[in-house]
């Protein structure tokens, strides 16, 4: 799958124009993306990044990485995903960042997409659907999420089995056995208990624009 990755993000340097401030999301996908823009990196006049992850790579190949607060609109954000619907609605926040990524995705004209062919699903939720929240609500919100969906709330733990804290300090709730056929609706009301930082689902955003990684790539 790394190649299929690596040909997703090279394709969407093609969406870069001069002078553009990129927005550049996180993950595997995405790191292949800014390597091939460090590439041009003279040609822009810098990024907006999702994660302290995406920030030391952009940072190692001398891209100057902005603040959104000072960038006004951005043209163009580029990101990869966990999971890609027909209607290129999407489950994000594989790698923690889903909060930030929101965020830019909010803040950008047109947000292209860039996933392996494993990522295309016909309904969202196979991919256990990623929830940040506020530390203290941890226990409510997974009560309230189960309640709600029937799904099953798991709290990330890293590698070493302590609790997966993103970079905002928060934790995330992985939740298990859905199958969402109403994305827009299960996002408003995640997004509605108190606690809930952010869900994973980009369903009322989506992608503009998909990139499958492949020889050639396929553009959605
Ligand atoms: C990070 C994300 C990533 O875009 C998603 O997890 C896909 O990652 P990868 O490109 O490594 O498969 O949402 O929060």
Not at 123 to 139: H, K, N, T
């Amino acid at each position: 799958m790394s190649e299929a990755k690596r040909l997703a993000g090279e394709k969407a340097i093609e969406y870069v124009e001069d002078g553009m401030i990129v927005g550049v999301g996180t993950g595997s996908t995405v790191a292949f993306f800014i390597d091939a823009l460090a590439r041009i990196k003279d040609r822009i006049k810098g990024a907006v990044s999702s994660s302290d992850q995406s920030t030391q790579r952009l940072r190692a190949h001398g891209i100057e990485v902005l603040d959104l607060n000072s960038t006004g609109t951005l043209s163009l954000y580029v990101d990869g995903a966990d999971e890609c619907d027909p209607h290129k609605r999407l489950i994000k926040g594989g790698g923690a960042a889903l909060t930030r990524e929101k965020i830019i995705a909010e803040a950008s004209q047109t947000f292209v997409c860039i996933v392996d062919p494993s990522k295309r699903v016909d309904v969202l939720g196979r991919f256990p659907l990623p929830v940040e929240v506020i530390p203290m609500a941890r226990s409510l919100v997974a009560r309230e999420i189960q309640a709600m969906t029937r799904g099953q709330p798991v709290w990330r733990q890293s590698a070493d089995g302590a609790g997966v804290v993103t970079d905002n300090g928060n934790v995330i709730l992985d939740i298990h056995g859905l199958s969402i056929v109403d994305p827009v609706g299960l996002e408003q009301a995640i997004n509605q208990i108190p606690g809930v930082v952010s869900v994973g689902l980009f369903a009322r955003r989506p992608a503009d624009v998909v990139i499958v990684g492949g020889e050639p790539p396929t553009v959605l």
